[in-house]
């Protein structure tokens, strides 16, 4: 098939991608079976000292294109009570060449590398009253140095907000744009049973000194509207890409907030990650969890185009490559474009994955 035969046959899919996407409604049989040109290692990256990866969840690239940043979760799912630095910087032989944060987060969740190489990261839990180690964190965004100097905190360590103000709940991801705004993805706890009108759940955004500027969304599952922001990120045109989790579905607002649309092909996204060109890798931990929060679909990382929002090829979270049957809940793609998972479940680890 020719070049022009290739775009015209991509057109026509992508306006039958934005018929589908003007629906919220819309129902999609579960995309499970496009082609996978990856191969995939896990143990790619080993901690020092004998460390166990905990919980990942969070991962970035670094300015120059090679080097990884990313969570663990001080060798389990929480980092309360301890001071190992949660924030690792792995180089592309899988060594760990730079630590940050100890003794600062109980759960290190959000993982954001702006272009001048600096390193925010959400905690997404507040204080435990039953656990005096968590007093005064939790709530808030951190911007790092690269040499691990605080630089910036968004909200207030161990104070929760109610989505009314600058104060955070629990916020889930960070991103900034080229003017060095800021937004947030805050209200982790919006998928949950019990949540209600009332649960946090919206798109906050502050200037580069950290002051507010607006926010937007509110719970619920109309258009616009969140259940668990959990992932952020801005493409070649200036959009911001929401993984609207708890709603198993993509949101696209400009970077004042208004609604431009939605894509549900890429099912639950836990992670969001865009390229130069405007591919989006998203994973999905959580598909597979039960029968009732996306039912039919596996869990993943789901790779295309936004231009049309069709998928082209899945590394599938259930192959024999992802420990113990656990799934990314982050991704990242470095420069020469490997995949990188970062999985949060079955203790915990990261894995690359190559264009075969």
């Known amino acids: 098939m020719n070049r022009i035969n290739v775009f015209c046959c991509r057109c026509g899919l992508a306006f039958l991608a934005l018929l589908v996407m003007a629906s919220a409604s819309a129902q999609l049989e579960p995309i499970n079976n496009r ?29 120059d294109g090679r080097h990884l940043w990313a969570i663990d979760r001080c060798g389990g799912n929480s ?23 100890g003794g600062l987060m109980i759960f290190p969740h959000g993982l954001h590398v702006d272009r001048d190489g600096n390193i925010w990261v959400t905690d997404a839990q507040g204080p435990n009253p039953s656990n005096p180690q968590t007093a005064g964190m939790g709530h808030v965004v951190y911007k790092f140095s690269p040499k691990g100097e605080i630089l910036l905190i968004l909200g207030q360590p161990g104070v929760a907000g109610d989505g009314t103000d600058a104060l955070l709940e ?8 080229a003017d060095g705004n800021i937004y947030v993805g805050d209200g982790h706890s919006g998928q949950q049973e019990n949540a209600t009108t009332d649960t946090v759940a919206r798109i906050v955004k502050f200037d ?21 922001p959990h ?9 911001l890409i929401v993984g609207d989790r708890g709603n198993n579905r993509l949101q696209i607002f400009d970077l004042d907030g208004n609604y431009m649309g939605e894509f549900k092909t890429f099912s639950r996204p836990s992670g969001i990650y865009i390229t130069d060109d405007d591919m989006i890798y998203v994973a999905d931990s959580e598909s597979e969890f039960d029968e009732t929060r996306n039912p039919g ?60």
């Open 170 to 177: 629990t916020p889930c991801d960070v991103v900034t744009d």
């Open 208 to 228: 580069r000194f950290g002051n507010l500027i607006k926010y937007w969304g509110g719970w619920g599952s109309a258009a616009g509207q969140l259940k668990t």
């Open 231 to 239: 992932a952020l990120d801005i493409d070649s045109r200036n959009r």
């Open 79 to 101: 980092c309360a009570g301890s001071s190992v630095d949660p924030i690792v910087k792995i180089d592309p032989d899988g060594n760990i060449v730079a630590s940050l944060g």
């Open 297 to 356: 679909w596996h869990a993943g990382i789901r790779v295309g185009s936004l231009l049309d929002g069709i998928v082209d090829y899945f590394i599938d979270g259930t192959v024999a490559a992802y420990p113990d049957g656990s799934n990314p809940e982050g991704v990242a793609v470095d420069a020469a474009g490997n995949v990188f998972g970062a999985v949060v479940s079955g203790g915990g680890t990261l894995v690359k994955s190559s264009r075969r």
């Open 35 to 63: 082609p996978n040109p990856y191969s995939t290692v896990d143990g790619w990256a080993v901690l020092p000292d004998g460390r166990e990866w905990g919980s990942t969840a969070g991962v970035d690239i670094d300015p």
